[in-house]
């Protein structure tokens, strides 16, 4: 037994929770990550994989018993067929062959069978659809023993339980909340990872990118999980727990502090008026929202309601979901963003999209929903329909292109054209926004401010796609800075445009949910914040607590420094 082991991450949602492991071993996402093996586990990752396929075997044989004793011996072909695919040489030879390559039996997996599957998708005959199916049938199978009875454990946890894993889904991380979850430990994944986001809403405490996490931990094993300075300690003793517990009540304390100032104004000691409203990404957290004391929704990310499920949500679903988001926010308004899935939010599973693994720089949000209009449409009709019952901003995601945000505006367009034909009310008015998460819109967002009433940046992205360091990626996480000058100056040139245009900015990434960088935020002249609801509190007491006239003549000073060692000394002042 590991005793008073500590182990370093990264803070992923705030909180501090004592309780007992619970250990999921194997990964969470089905589109599984990629990991490089050295030589000497090759082996063994082989003969992980020949396990995996000896225990989809086995269940194909009871499987083809309970088909024989439920529909009779006829019957029985089904699972014949199925356990042929299992002797194919794709499996019992390619995927190997794929491991020796250096690559983990899931990736590998994945990889040989995307390849097939893609060939079957191409050709017309229903024979090679039905097969494709099968063969996708039994990847899931073999798949899932890979990873681990995960699913069928996780609903299974006590109330409190540190649930310790790899790398968790979206999903999961609903299914903790439900079931009371102390809060989550991953090996993989950064505080910016969705997954991280959601658990900030769900006021989940996490630490991420926890290296060594599963070697480390068992089931049972007491962990106290510090998800504010990013660290857990395994079976510690009962003075460090004692400690940690009276920790956990200051935080609790704190927080109360911070519903004091719920119904004051995110205003600053010289009166300027910042609006601080709330992420939002799912319908459930609307309580949270509402109680936070943040002025409407800054952010509504509704890629959510797509997840874990085998058709589109219909129209008047999305409707519902958005107005009755419109309605409870009055008088204040609601963002509602359009889909951006893609990178780490591809867990899709009606797009044929779902079968590539994440990548951040492929079809992702307006890009996806401007080449699958099926999909597009429906959502700014259930949007502009819901505007009738609310104060709705539509903010389109991800714009690279000035272009691409006047192709989604004359869609919209379109769209209002075919409403008005049919008699739906929704509102004339209703305002345009677009996100500003890449380099190349941000240096272009001239352009784009004509063409909108409201600048968002979203730093989560544009922070990965300046650095390039992906958001999600642990290895790198040391990198990922918010506070890099070349940021910094990216995040002015951005303002000035904006404000050039006699527009609002703001910013939802996760960096304005950070108290280290209010100031700057300040600083650099934002209008407006939105941060999960859980941050709300923190958030606006430092800003009543800053002076915005003083914080601009900080941020431009910095600006003008051009020795690199200066301007970090003068940022660790800053922050
Ligand atoms: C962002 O990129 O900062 C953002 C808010 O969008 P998301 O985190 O959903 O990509
Ligand atoms: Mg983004």
Redesign the pocket.
């Known amino acids: 037994m590991d005793k008073d082991k500590i182990l370093s991450g990264v803070a992923a949602s705030e909180g501090i929770s004592v309780g007992e492991a619970f250990v999921i071993e194997g990964g969470g996402e089905f589109c599984p990550i990629k990991i490089e093996i050295s030589k000497d586990e090759i082996k063994k990752e082989v003969n992980r994989y020949k396990e995996a396929l000896g225990g989809t075997k086995k269940e194909l044989e009871s499987f083809k018993e309970s088909l024989g004793k439920m529909l009779g011996k006829e019957h029985i072909g089904l699972a014949d067929a199925y356990r042929q695919i299992l002797d194919d040489p794709l499996l019992t030879r390619d995927v190997p062959r794929q491991i020796q390559s250096g690559v983990n039996a899931e990736y590998a997996l994945y990889m040989v069978l995307d390849k097939v599957i893609k060939s079957f998708m191409k050709l017309e005959d229903p024979y090679f659809k039905d097969r494709k199916n099968d063969i996708e049938d039994i990847g899931n199978k073999i798949m899932g023993h890979l990873l681990g009875p995960q699913k069928r454990l996780l609903s299974d946890i006590k109330d409190g339980a540190i649930v310790v894993a790899q790398n968790l889904t979206l999903n999961d991380t609903m299914v903790m909340r439900e079931r009371q979850a102390g809060g989550f430990v991953t090996e993989m994944g950064g505080k910016?990872s969705?997954v991280s986001?959601l658990a900030q809403a769900l006021e989940i405490p996490s630490v991420v990118g926890v290296k060594g996490a599963l070697s480390f931990v068992k089931t049972g094993d007491t962990v106290i999980l510090d998800g504010i300075n990013g660290k857990i300690i395994i079976n510690p003793d009962e003075g460090l727990v004692s400690n940690y517990i009276r920790e956990r009540e200051k935080f609790i304390v704190v927080r109360r502090e911070y519903e004091k100032l719920r119904d004051l104004p995110a205003t600053t000691l010289d009166g300027k008026k910042i609006e601080l409203a709330a992420?939002f990404d799912n319908i459930q957290e609307l309580p949270f929202v509402m109680s936070s004391g943040a002025e409407g929704i800054g952010?509504f990310?509704t890629e959510y309601i797509y997840f874990n499920r085998s058709n589109l949500p219909a129209e008047d679903e999305l409707y519902e979901n958005y107005s009755q988001a419109a309605r409870k926010t009055l008088p204040n308004r609601v963002i509602i963003?359009t889909l951006?899935i893609g990178?780490d939010?591809l867990n899709d599973p009606m797009l044929e999209y779902h079968r590539q693994c994440p990548t951040f720089l492929g079809l992702r949000a307006i890009r996806l929903c401007l080449k699958f209009p099926h999909i597009f449409k429906p959502q700014l009709r259930a949007i502009l329909r819901a505007s009738n019952e609310g104060k709705i901003t539509i903010m389109f995601?991800m714009i690279s292109d000035v272009h691409e945000l006047i192709a989604a505006k004359k869609m919209l367009e379109e769209t209002k054209d075919e409403l008005r034909k049919e008699g739906h009310p929704f509102d004339e008015k209703i305002k345009v926004a677009a996100?500003i998460?890449v380099p190349s819109a941000a240096m272009s967002c001239d352009f784009i401010a004509k063409e909108v009433d409201f600048i968002?940046?979203?730093?989560?992205?544009?922070i990965q796609y300046t650095i390039a360091v992906e958001r999600t990626d642990e290895m790198v996480a040391e990198l990922y800075d918010p506070s890099h000058i070349g940021l910094l100056r990216i995040l002015k040139h951005i303002v000035s445009s904006v404000h050039s245009a006699n527009i609002k900015v703001g910013i939802?990434?996760?960096m304005a949910a950070d108290t280290k960088y209010t100031g700057i935020l300040i600083g650099l002249g934002f209008d407006e914040m939105s941060v999960a609801s859980s941050a709300v509190g923190k958030i606006k007491k430092e800003i009543r607590s800053m002076s915005a006239v003083e914080m601009s003549k900080k941020v431009d000073d910095l600006l003008k420094i051009t020795n690199i060692d200066e301007i970090k000394q003068e940022l660790k002042k800053l922050m």
């Open positions: 910016t969705h986001i992420n952010l990310r963003r951006d990178g939010k995601p996100m998460e968002s940046v979203g730093t989560n992205d544009l939802c990434g996760e």
